[in-house]
């Protein structure tokens, strides 16, 4: 049959009969990259007002318990889009005050490549590790203000390097994903970039599917090892005015495992969902620690043997309620040959397991604005603190991604 | 060493399964697409289908499971115009498969084809979750389902070149059958016509556009937001200056709105099928239309 033969039972003038008429194209306006931009502010009370710390880990990167009264927490500037039909890029700053300074972090800046085929995907530059399941997730989409205490005594809050990575889908009936990544490993919780810069790995593999229309799931196993020449945690104010900085040489080897599960009624989520996630990690270190700044130098051998985990379950019982419950566990049973260096570092976790229980409701006006409360009954150290934390966190410019 | 040959053997015969059997596999992102390529490719096809008629389509999550599912196809057919922005673009980026990018002939909306109404002169956020590319729910009119047929058709013959005369024959047989269809649905429904009819969302443009249909109003007070008291209030005022027929939902929307609407003005509510799938009696397109025409008349509850 002719194409013109057709009698078409439509009125003349109301639709054109085009293929790909350019009007038509969908409104993919200009060239000019997405931007997204997330404002993060916060009100925090907190019990006492002790220094924070966490018996038998070394804090660095962005571990911190947070700050009272008003602030501002993570407000990001986002940049991304299609380089050409082979790389995606990605640059995000996040503008930060600290002590009163404003500063511009660099927290990803990375290329990606969109399809190499065969389910093979590079990326290089500046971005989140692919290990663990919180790891690669924005603070804006986490479930709670805070990191899990595992995730702030082992990465610092979030594991972030400069490398490659190189992962491949399995073509098999479920999710099956494979990857590795070589950083330099100058951050924390590596430090020094080992190596000439090339200090750090990771290997993850990931599996994941549905049960039925209601549930899904994912599993993941991490590993994650690092050479560090001179990791500093933070310097630790001695008698008046010497400064003195727990250094730490030697190796860092880490294990993980991960895992989510989700349910919503018929797969509809914007109803009703429940999502319950337990992440857990551990980690062997051999090297020394010295106190830089003491005189005499002070210096021991250490032997670290640290594991932690959490696990939480978010319900959104109606749509834009959600309410959490978080339990975090940390302990730490470290050795070296001084043992009161060991203590000054830090490293000592004087018999106590750091614990840590939260619960979280929060409002999402729309898929853009979000307004939490947060409620932490706070045993990490010999200090016990109840910690409030009010936060809002909104999102503008380009439509985010609902990832699992 | 035996064992270790023999374990290896039995992993890879569970990873790695063997291609399947028909020449195109196809991942639709809406039942309503998935339909359409069964019309047009038959049995030289074989498709999955990501969403249900019971899940928001602009809600759902990049699952394992659909990333797994993308990986292995060599055809994506979704709805477009920012329907699937939540999810897709993540999908297609994990997936790794070159076929399917945005762009290349194994990536299908059917959007972009057909001219589409509700394109918003002013993109703002405080107007709720507009579409820059206008209303994506294309497929609930069958004058646009025609064309977006005959350009599918095409794309499963650039895919599968053997397979050209076999998806013409399809395309002219369906063609045929959804021409008749039409007139026949038209005469139905010419009743209709300039009936205001109150809806949840405005998933239902393109249908009240073709029956010549009024929206009277909308439970959302804006696009993806819910309803409040407020609102609730302006739409009773709406309804009794001007008499309305009916207030109608999909099956994936809550229906307490429209109850409540519906005890402060005594409406009646109707959860029209809004894809195959959404009701028992929908098995294809065809029924859809069917089916919704009649519950438009109030012929069937």
Redesign the interface.
């Known amino acids: 049959?002719k194409?013109n033969s057709?009698?078409?039972?439509?009125s003349t003038g109301?639709?054109?009969?085009?293929?790909?008429n350019s009007s038509?194209?969908?409104?993919k306006?200009n060239f000019n990259p997405d931007i997204s931009l997330t404002l993060d502010a916060r009100y925090g009370s907190f019990s006492n007002n002790s220094d924070y710390e966490l018996p038998g880990f070394m804090l660095g990167g962005e571990a911190s318990r947070g700050e009272q009264g008003f602030n501002l927490g993570h407000n990001e500037l986002s940049f991304s889009n299609n380089i050409d039909?082979m790389f995606?890029g990605k640059l995000t700053t996040v503008i930060a005050d600290h002590e009163g300074e404003t500063e511009v972090e660099l927290e990803e800046a990375f290329i990606?490549?969109?399809?190499?085929?065969?389910?093979?995907?590079i990326k290089a530059g500046r971005f989140y590790s692919d290990i663990g399941y919180m790891n690669n997730q924005h603070p804006h989409a986490w479930d709670f203000t805070d990191a899990s205490l595992v995730y702030r005594g082992m990465f610092g809050n979030q594991l972030i390097d400069d490398g490659l990575q190189v992962?491949?889908?399995?073509?098999?009936?479920?999710?099956?994903k494979l990857g590795i990544e070589a950083m330099r490993g100058e951050r924390f919780p590596a430090g020094g970039a080992a190596n000439d810069g090339n200090g750090a790995y990771t290997a993850f593999a990931?599996?994941?599917?549905?049960v039925g229309?209601s549930h899904?799931?994912?599993l993941g196993f991490s590993h994650w090892r690092a050479d560090i020449e001179n990791r500093a945690a933070e310097s630790h104010a001695h008698e008046a005015d010497t400064i003195e900085v727990p250094t730490y040489a030697g190796e860092s080897s880490l294990n993980g495992v991960d895992f989510v599960w989700?349910w919503s009624p018929?797969?509809?989520?914007?109803?009703q969902n429940l999502k319950l996630q337990a992440e857990y990690f551990e980690r062997n270190e051999d090297g020394n620690v010295v106190l830089e700044g003491s005189s005499p130098i002070e210096e021991t051998t250490y032997q670290g043997e640290q594991s932690g985990w959490y696990l939480q379950s978010i319900y959104q019982f109606m749509?834009?309620w959600r309410v959490g419950y978080r339990y975090d566990y940390l302990s730490a049973n470290n050795q070296g040959s001084d043992s009161a260096v060991l203590m000054e570092a830090g490293l000592d976790n004087e018999g106590h397991k750091a614990e840590r229980s939260s619960i979280m409701l929060d409002y999402s006006?729309?898929?853009?604005s979000r307004i939490r409360l947060q409620v932490s009954k706070d045993d990490s150290y010999e200090d016990s603190d109840t910690l409030i934390f009010m936060q809002y966190i909104v999102t503008?410019g380009a439509?985010?991604?609902?990832?699992? | 060493m035996k064992n270790w040959i023999q374990i290896f053997t039995f992993l890879s015969a569970l990873?790695?399964?063997s291609p399947l059997m028909a020449n195109i596999n196809v991942f639709a992102c809406e039942p309503e697409w998935a339909s359409l390529v069964n019309e047009l490719g038959g049995e030289r096809v074989s498709t999955y289908t990501a969403?249900?008629a019971?899940?928001?389509p602009?809600?759902?999550?990049?699952?394992?499971?659909l990333?797994?599912k993308i990986?292995?196809v060599n055809l994506v057919v979704c709805s477009?115009?920012?329907l699937e922005?939540?999810?897709l673009?993540?999908l297609l980026?994990?997936?790794?498969?070159?076929?399917t990018?945005p762009?290349?002939k194994g990536y299908f909306?059917a959007?972009?084809?057909?001219?589409?109404l509700d394109?918003p002169v002013d993109l703002d956020?405080s107007s709720?979750?507009v579409h820059?590319?206008?209303n994506p729910h294309v497929h609930l009119d069958p004058?646009?389902i025609?064309?977006i047929s005959?350009?599918l058709f095409?794309r499963l013959g650039d895919i599968d070149p053997q397979g050209k005369t076999y998806y013409q024959q399809r395309f002219?047989d369906f063609?045929?059958r959804w021409?008749q269809a039409?007139?026949q649905w038209?005469q139905q429904a010419s009743e209709l016509k300039g009936q205001r009819i109150v809806v949840h969302h405005r998933d239902w443009v393109y249908l009240f556009d073709w029956l010549g249909i009024e929206i009277a109003g909308a439970l959302e007070p804006k696009p993806?937001?819910?309803a409040t008291i407020g609102h609730l209030a302006s739409l009773k005022k709406i309804v009794m200056e001007q008499p309305v027929k009916m207030i109608v939902h999909t099956p994936?929307q809550?229906p307490r709105a429209a109850q409540r609407l519906a005890k402060i003005t005594n409406i009646p509510i109707v959860e029209l099928p809004y894809t195959v799938g959404g009701s028992k009696q929908v098995k294809d397109l065809f029924d859809l239309f069917t089916l919704t025409i009649k519950k438009l008349k109030g012929e069937q509850q």
Not at chain 1, 112 to 121: K, R, S, Y
């Open positions: 049959m194409k057709i009698a078409l039972p439509i109301m639709l054109i009969l085009a293929g790909l038509f194209a969908a409104n306006a039909d995606f990606e490549t969109l399809a190499m085929g065969n389910g093979i995907t992962s491949w889908l399995v073509p098999t009936e479920f999710y099956f990931k599996f994941g599917g549905d229309v899904a799931w994912q989700k018929n797969g509809n989520n914007r109803e749509p834009r006006h729309s898929e853009y503008l439509h985010g991604a609902h990832r699992f | 990873f790695i399964t969403t249900t019971f899940q928001d602009h809600h759902i999550e990049a699952r394992p499971s990333i797994a990986r292995r477009g115009a920012e922005s939540g999810w673009p993540l980026k994990q997936a790794g498969n070159k076929n990018r762009g290349n909306e959007a972009s084809v057909v001219e589409r394109v956020r709720g979750d820059a590319s206008g004058r646009r025609q064309i005959k350009v095409n002219n063609s045929q021409q039409i007139l038209q993806g937001l819910p994936y809550n």
